[in-house]
């Protein structure tokens, strides 16, 4: 009987365990059993022990995690996969399993795993699956919508809290090089100020500008919302110089959301805190959004791989899911929505 096989790869994110228990139901239904593969391309290697390498999936392994946050299958880096060497060792791993197709739920790093193993003659179906939303062939991918939605809990927690004691909240969120979690945060939640990574050379001195208007308008609880890759792209500003006269100042240090607060604080005069909502933007139970998204990738992947079709990925257009070549979503660049980043910053 033909099998198929599942993985989750690269960093976690809300949606992978409903996308997993989705396959699991679609393939039962089509009669393939399902293989799980645990720890991303490294269950595919022989680097660990066959039980923690890959197991059976069944209906009753699979229906209690549905809802959880994280993956039950785990997932790694591996390090190995960049070479070919290692993608032979993992197309002839799945064949001796009998395994006819490959479902990869990851971002655009696994995405280039299952390209390598799909021109190896492993069919392989990859589904979207990362907070970061950074694919742009894809409106939105699994964890976004959880992601931003825990971020919006967040701000307005802090603004509760900004708003009784008149100051300003830095907030950071994750996104790696991608402004989009940032993006859509704001706008969620009417912040006043959002950085990016995608603005390159932004210029510090333009937001202090802003906040002080702001604040003279008589708006002392303002939302800065920063993605945590807009450091990088910051105008070059010898922020530790100027913080010296105010602060402990480490030779060095780069700039992150505690130096960002600090310069905004000293240079307008207001009381402004900084906060880092972190990893609780990967822990959550899927959003009904995202383990919908889930729910619908699962059944084109199933059906894709029933039909001996691989080198395709799943995504999200116009609210339905459609899919496309591996090749053709990659390589790809985070989409900008610099309309909606104008008018945040201009309100
Ligand atoms: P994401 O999938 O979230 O983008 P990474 O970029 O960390 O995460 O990639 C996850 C894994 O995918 C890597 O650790 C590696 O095993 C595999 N991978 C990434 N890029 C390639 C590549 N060019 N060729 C083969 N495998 C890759
Ligand atoms: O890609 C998802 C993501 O959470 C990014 O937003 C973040 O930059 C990165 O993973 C953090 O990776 P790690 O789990 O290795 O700290």
Request: aromatic content about 8%; some cysteine; overall charge neutral.
């Amino acid at each position: 009987m033909k099998k198929i096989a599942v993985l989750t790869s690269g960093g976690d994110s809300p949606g992978m365990n409903a996308a997993v228990t989705e396959v699991a139901r679609f393939s039962a239904l089509a009669g393939m059993p399902l293989i799980g593969i645990k720890r991303g391309y490294n269950g595919l290697i022989g680097k660990f022990s066959p039980e923690d390498s890959y197991q059976q999936l069944t209906l009753d392994t699979m229906l209690d995690i549905a809802d959880l946050p994280g993956t039950y299958l785990r997932t790694a880096r591996c390090e190995e996969f960049y070479h070919l060497e290692y993608q032979q060792k993992a197309v002839k791993f799945l064949r001796d399993l009998n395994v006819a197709g490959l479902v990869v739920i990851g971002g655009d790093g696994s995405y280039q795993g299952a390209l390598a193993l799909s021109k190896l003659g492993m069919p392989c179906i990859g589904i979207p699956g990362t907070i970061d939303n950074d694919l742009e062939y894809s409106e939105t991918s699994l964890g976004f919508d959880t992601a931003v939605n825990v971020c919006v809990d967040a701000v307005r927690a802090i603004r509760a809290t900004s708003r009784s004691h008149d100051r300003p909240a830095v907030v950071e969120v994750m996104g790696r090089n991608c402004g989009d979690i940032a993006i859509s945060t704001a706008m969620s939640t009417g912040a006043e100020i959002v950085i990016v990574p995608e603005v390159k050379n932004w210029d510090l001195m333009f937001f202090v500008d802003r906040l002080n208007s702001l604040v003279r308008r008589g708006n002392t609880r303002a939302t800065i919302v920063v993605a945590e890759g807009a450091y990088k792209t910051m105008k070059p500003y010898d922020f530790n110089a100027f913080l010296k006269d105010y602060t402990q100042v480490f030779e060095g240090e780069p700039m992150n959301v505690r130096r960002l607060a600090h310069v905004l604080r000293y240079k307008t005069g207001t009381e402004v805190r900084y906060n880092l909502i972190g990893y609780t933007q990967r822990g959550h139970e899927p959003t009904a959004q995202d383990a919908a998204f889930a729910f619908e990738s699962a059944h084109m992947a199933v059906e894709l791989l029933k039909q001996g079709i691989g080198n395709e990925v799943i995504g999200m257009r116009h609210g339905r899911v459609f899919h496309m070549p591996i090749e053709k979503a990659l390589p790809t660049k985070p989409k900008f929505k610099k309309d909606i980043y104008r008018l945040i910053n201009s309100l």
